[in-house]
């Protein structure tokens, strides 16, 4: 149980595109869901966090119209990169907490690299 | 404030010797969950196990084993007999227990980098 679907997997894209990653909880209801960027051999950095149908909260930092991010129900939830540039280029996951399994269900990642 | 250190960035051992992680975290709640963490070079994080703060018994799971001591404020995760397959990177992590509202993000070390070689 427990399964978070990440989609795509990679994409690579123009710089000026934007890009939307997808994460959807198969098997429960994520009341919560975070997104995190992760640049090579570094750990994880928060982004934002985000629940259902409420506006994301985003960390010090990150800017909220270049990385758009909504719950708007309890099995998905979308980060769109906008006006994409090659420093946005690095792997981004998200992670989903539902009311009853709190081991933050990580996705499976997004490579993202922007040419 | 809250705090995870892993000190060792890279670890490398030979196949079939034991190995310790280490993690020391800083909090101020009396309460709160301890993670580690494995990600293999696919990127995908793979959970390992959650320590609950009230729980000080150590823990093992197969060729895994996993020692609390909150007198040190210390999370130690140990490896027997490792083998190719254990390398990765990995991560130990902090957090507030549920109910503790905006609080409750994971607060993460910088991961070791284990290299297990043949």
């Known amino acids: 149980g427990a399964v978070v679907s990440q989609h795509p997997s990679r994409v690579i894209c123009k710089s000026g595109t934007s890009v939307k990653i997808e994460c959807r909880s198969l098997d429960f209801q994520a009341t919560t869901m975070f997104w995190y960027r992760q640049f090579p051999k570094q750990s994880l950095m928060l982004m934002a966090t985000s629940n259902e149908g409420s506006k994301a909260t985003y960390e010090q930092g990150v800017e909220k119209d270049k990385f758009l991010i909504n719950h708007a129900s309890l099995t998905l939830s979308t980060l769109t990169v906008t006006s994409a540039h090659p420093e946005d280029s690095s792997f981004y996951i998200c992670?989903?907490?539902?009311?009853?399994?709190?081991?933050?269900?990580f996705g499976s990642g997004t490579r993202l690299t922007v040419v | 404030a809250q705090k995870v250190t892993q000190a060792q960035t890279e670890i490398s051992v030979v196949e079939k010797e034991d190995v310790t992680l280490d993690c020391v975290y800083e909090?101020?709640?009396?309460?709160?969950?301890l993670f580690w963490y494995k990600q293999p070079p696919s990127g995908e994080l793979v959970f390992l196990i959650r320590r609950n703060s009230f729980d000080e018994q150590n823990e093992i799971s197969g060729r895994y084993s996993w020692n609390f001591q909150k007198s040190t404020s210390s999370f130690n995760f140990t490896i027997t007999a490792s083998q190719v397959v254990d390398s990765a990177v990995y991560f130990c992590?902090?957090?507030?227990?549920?109910?503790?509202?905006?609080?409750?993000?994971?607060?993460w070390g910088l991961g070791t980098s284990l290299a297990v070689n043949p």
């Open positions: 992670s989903a907490e539902g009311t009853v399994n709190y081991g933050y269900t």
């Open positions: 909090t101020r709640d009396t309460t709160y969950y």
């Open positions: 992590a902090l957090s507030a227990l549920p109910g503790a509202g905006n609080n409750r993000k994971l607060i």
